[in-house]
């Protein structure tokens, strides 16, 4: 899991340096709001956020997607935070107090000294005994900032990186 993990953090690293080069207004036009309709309840919900029509970047979505069988969830919002908030808020800590707690995973990094520029955090979960087929995930918090507006797109994607068991 670990290698996956880290490859899974790698391509949303990407979609975290593609909005710093100017893909944020392509984030901020798109015309799909996710594929779930409200944040997961073991996610803690972050005061300001509001509910986004925003898309998933084509090529960050088909390189998550192919990664992960298709096995991916997200919903976006927006906020007038700004990316460094956002770190502040989903700690290590707070998100261990919520069940994510993996030891395979980074918590919050990205770059706040540009406002073009987002940050990724990235944490872990899995459910039962440590197990083969125990239900593995990783949930990863992408914000991207539009400049002009000032305006913070947050995408909550959730990925079941569950090993499939061979029998």
């Keep these: 899991m670990k290698h996956r993990?880290?490859?899974?953090?790698?391509?949303?690293?990407?979609?975290?340096?593609?909005?710093a080069c100017?893909?944020?207004?392509?984030?901020?036009?798109?015309?799909?709001s996710?594929?779930?309709?409200?944040?997961?309840?073991d996610v803690p919900r972050m005061?300001?956020?509001?509910?986004?029509?925003?898309?998933?970047?084509?090529?960050?979505?088909?390189m998550v997607q192919?990664?992960?069988?298709?096995?991916m969830n997200f919903i976006a919002y927006t906020t007038t935070a700004n990316s460094q908030a956002i770190m502040d808020?989903?700690?290590?800590?707070?998100?261990?107090?919520a069940g994510w707690n993996s030891s395979d995973t980074t918590g919050c990094m990205g770059d706040t000294s540009t406002a073009e520029v987002g940050t990724m955090c990235v944490f872990g979960k899995q459910s039962g005994t440590g197990q083969?087929?125990?239900?593995?995930?990783?949930?990863?918090i992408v914000t991207?900032?539009?400049?002009?507006?000032?305006?913070?797109?947050?995408?909550?994607?959730?990925i079941d990186v569950t090993e499939e068991t061979v029998q």
């Design 89 to 97: 808020f989903y700690t290590t800590e707070r998100m261990a107090a």
């Design 132 to 140: 083969a087929g125990d239900k593995r995930e990783i949930l990863a």
């Design 47 to 62: 005061d300001g956020l509001t509910k986004a029509d925003l898309e998933l970047p084509l090529a960050a979505r088909l």
């Design 5 to 19: 993990v880290w490859v899974v953090t790698l391509l949303l690293g990407a979609l975290v340096f593609t909005s």
């Design 34 to 41: 996710g594929t779930v309709a409200d944040l997961w309840s």
């Design 66 to 71: 192919t990664l992960t069988r298709g096995k």
């Design 144 to 158: 991207a900032t539009d400049g002009g507006t000032r305006q913070t797109a947050v995408f909550f994607v959730r």
């Design 22 to 32: 100017g893909m944020v207004n392509t984030l901020l036009g798109g015309r799909s």
